[in-house]
């Protein structure tokens, strides 16, 4: 089945900082990814849709200065979340839809980034 | 805006008791229709979806759901759990669009005693 992988798997970053997040797809193209943040025994919030080529589309509440979206390729979608501070201490997930498949598919996860602001 | 309502938020069950959990979802046109698992530490993984055709799916696991469009439901059973099924479980929809995001509901732990 299609791939998709995350980088890295786990970030421990000061306050202050900006960590950027990889998103890839190993063995399909999308035109289209998907980024999701999660909280501890929360389900998956939606935070923006990734355009290769274009500008993301973020979700109601979610700061675009803040949550930068780049998707520079047919494989490959970044989020760097800029001056982090505790609070953005979360679980991160991208997703991804292979673009050749017809218009029913299904998305393929990342095995997501769990971030640590301390 | 599409939305997904999950009824039960923690199920406690003893292994080979039936299982159904709720799951409603709000919009108006086309939808595909997911469950997913996610076990202790690991990642989502695909249960079983629903685009067209026989609204009685089967996933993996023995897992099925059930698609009733006249009650915007898709309702996921199996008729044994074993302890291994202790995970959570998010009921997710899409627009129909292959590019359209997915919204998933809140989530159902699932413990399953042994």
């Known amino acids: 089945g299609a791939v998709v992988s995350q980088h890295p798997s786990w970030v421990i970053c000061k306050s202050g900082t900006s960590v950027k997040i990889e998103c890839r797809s190993l063995d399909f193209q999308a035109t289209t990814m998907f980024w999701y943040r999660q909280f501890p025994k929360q389900s998956l919030m939606l935070m923006a849709t990734s355009n290769e080529g274009s500008k993301a589309t973020y979700e109601q509440g979610v700061e675009k200065d803040k949550f930068l979206i780049n998707h520079a390729s047919l494989t490959l979608s970044t989020l760097t979340v800029t001056s982090a501070h505790p609070e953005d201490s979360s679980f991160y997930i991208c997703?991804?839809?292979?673009?050749?498949?017809?218009?029913?598919?299904?998305?393929?996860f990342g095995q997501g980034t769990r971030l640590t602001v301390v | 805006a599409q939305s997904v309502s999950q009824h039960n938020h923690h199920v406690i069950l003893s292994e080979a008791a039936s299982l159904e959990l709720g799951c409603n979802y709000s919009?108006?046109?086309?939808?595909?229709l997911f469950w997913y698992v996610q076990y202790p530490g690991q990642h989502l993984q695909l249960l079983l979806k629903?685009?067209?055709?026989?609204?009685l799916v089967k996933g993996i696991k023995g897992f099925e759901a059930e698609f009733i469009k006249s009650k915007f439901s898709f309702n996921l059973r199996k008729p044994s759990v074993q302890w291994s099924d202790t995970a959570e479980y998010f009921c997710?929809?899409?627009?129909?669009?292959?590019?359209?995001?997915?919204?998933f509901g809140k989530g159902t732990r699932l413990h399953i005693l042994p």
């Open positions: 997703s991804a839809t292979p673009l050749s498949t017809g218009a029913n598919t299904e998305a393929f």
């Open positions: 919009y108006g046109g086309t939808v595909n």
């Open positions: 997710a929809v899409n627009a129909g669009n292959r590019d359209d995001k997915i919204i």
């Open positions: 629903y685009f067209s055709g026989d609204p």
